[in-house]
């Protein structure tokens, strides 16, 4: 028998398969992008300004001043201004009470002017005798002062236990000398409680203080 051809083999393919790159044609490199150009900066202006320094610079510029307001006129007293300058303690006193009692409203001054009556040594014993009773922690406290003094005298003549009497007190307010804001306001007197005229001048509150220990 005759042999069967063989098969061809086929063609070989060369080593390098990847293709050449395709040449570029002359003189078609891109050009590079313009850069912007830089901004020009704003003009300074060539008068400087200075800035304050230390203290000035903590302050802001001064307000203009406000105009001071007018002082308003000072008000009148809340009830009847009596002076008891040489007045006897106990008359007048008792009227005050009677017109307290009568819802009226009394501010008493010049309350160390006010005198006491009767010969030396027994209004200081009472005084005294008075300051001296009680003890200490429970009491009863007798006052040293002479607005305190003539305050204790004025409620002695109210029933200061009752709401009436209590409600009467309120309405008292006595002071040594007289106050500033007072100063320009009518005073009254109680004629009814002149001091009599004696050889030997009456003890006044303020002498009576001083012997009890305050200083007037």
């Known amino acids: 028998m005759a042999d069967a051809p063989s098969p ?57 001043a406000k105009p001071t307001p007018a002082p308003s006129p000072p008000s009148a007293p809340k009830g009847t201004v009596v002076d008891v300058s040489g007045l006897v303690l106990g008359r007048a006193s008792s009227l005050i009470a009677k017109r307290l009692l009568r819802g009226e409203s009394i501010i008493v001054v010049n309350a160390e002017k006010s005198v006491v009556t009767g010969s030396r040594q ?26 305190r003094i003539f305050r204790r005298t004025v409620r002695g003549m109210l029933p200061h236990l009752k709401t009436r009497g209590k409600e009467a007190f309120d309405r008292l307010e006595v002071f040594i000398g007289c106050p500033a804001e007072l100063s320009g306001v009518a005073r009254q007197s109680l004629e009814d409680a002149q001091a009599p005229h004696a050889l030997r001048p009456a003890l006044t509150l303020a002498e009576i203080s001083r012997l009890l220990g305050a200083h007037v």
Do not use: C, M
């Open 8 to 64: 061809s083999p086929a063609p070989a393919k060369p080593a390098d398969a990847t293709p050449a790159p395709k040449p570029k044609p002359a003189g078609a490199t891109p050009a590079p992008k313009p850069k912007p150009a830089p901004k020009a900066a704003a003009p300074k202006s060539t008068a400087a300004v200075a800035k304050p320094t230390g203290k000035a610079a903590a302050k802001p510029a001064s307000a203009p």
């Open 122 to 147: 027994s209004v200081l014993h009472f005084y005294i005798a008075n300051r001296a009773r009680g003890s200490v922690r429970s009491g009863p406290h007798y006052p040293r002062y002479p607005d």
